[in-house]
């Protein structure tokens, strides 16, 4: 599959769904029937999710016999963080100005 073909992380975790495996996944090899036991969603959507964490490289896969086993790869995440980090200078902005204001009304 080329890059091109790939699915961005950011597009990956979009859905609430895929956010819920990966925190299934942590730490954890599991088959589709074990993360199904966790989810709340049916086999084929949890197939379907996990091919496209898969194509964002969020989630690798093995098979083992019949199987295949899943497990969270979360370097990927990595960029995600990068680019909230970004965005923390105008929390800390506002974090500093609501801490400013409460304080004053308490004086």
Do not use: C
Not at 24 to 42: C, H, Q, R, V
């Amino acid at each position: 599959m080329s890059d091109q073909a790939k699915h961005d992380v950011f597009q990956a975790i979009s859905d609430p769904n895929r956010r819920t495996l990966l925190k299934i996944l942590d730490n954890k090899e599991m088959f589709i029937a074990e993360i199904t036991d966790y989810s709340p969603i049916s086999r084929t959507a949890v197939n379907k999710h996990l091919h496209i964490l898969s194509n964002a490289g969020v989630v690798t896969s093995r098979k083992v016999g019949r199987e295949i086993r899943y497990t969270l790869k979360p370097e990927p995440l990595v960029e995600i963080k990068v680019w909230l980090m970004f965005f923390e200078q105008y929390w800390d902005v506002k974090l500093s100005a609501l801490k400013k204001y409460v304080e004053e009304d308490n004086e």
